[in-house]
């Protein structure tokens, strides 16, 4: 089994800044793939960014330029530094790996902007 466990969510103003983590743990193999996703209440679960092993990377078009998806393999572990925040960023993110056995989530981690 393998295990995602998030960081970094909070409560932030306008324009700041928020880093979130998030590890996994168990029986990891090689992660062939991470994304972060978030979901805003009423509305559906979106992509916000995702990273292959080979450090390819895409992000919706509405963080571009704002936030910076990152991995450490050693530590088998993503980031999401998320600068320039706006209010419609709040949602609860979630992280998502996919590994040769399979695909797995994060819990969540509440990240709300405010005026």
């Known amino acids: 089994q393998v295990q995602l466990v998030e960081s970094g969510g909070g409560l932030v103003q306008a324009g700041g800044s928020l880093r979130l983590s998030c590890a996994a743990s168990g029986s990891v193999s090689s992660i062939l793939r991470w994304g972060w996703y978030r979901q805003a209440p009423g509305k559906q679960r979106e992509l916000v960014a995702d990273v292959t092993s080979g450090l390819s990377k895409n992000y919706a078009d509405s963080v571009k330029g704002r936030f910076t998806i990152s991995r450490d393999d050693a530590k088998n572990t993503v980031y999401l530094q998320m600068n320039s925040l706006k209010l419609e960023d709040t949602a609860v993110y979630y992280c998502?790996?996919?590994?040769?056995?399979?695909?797995?989530w994060g819990q969540g981690t509440q990240v709300t902007v405010s005026s």
């Open positions: 998502k790996a996919w590994l040769v056995m399979g695909n797995y």
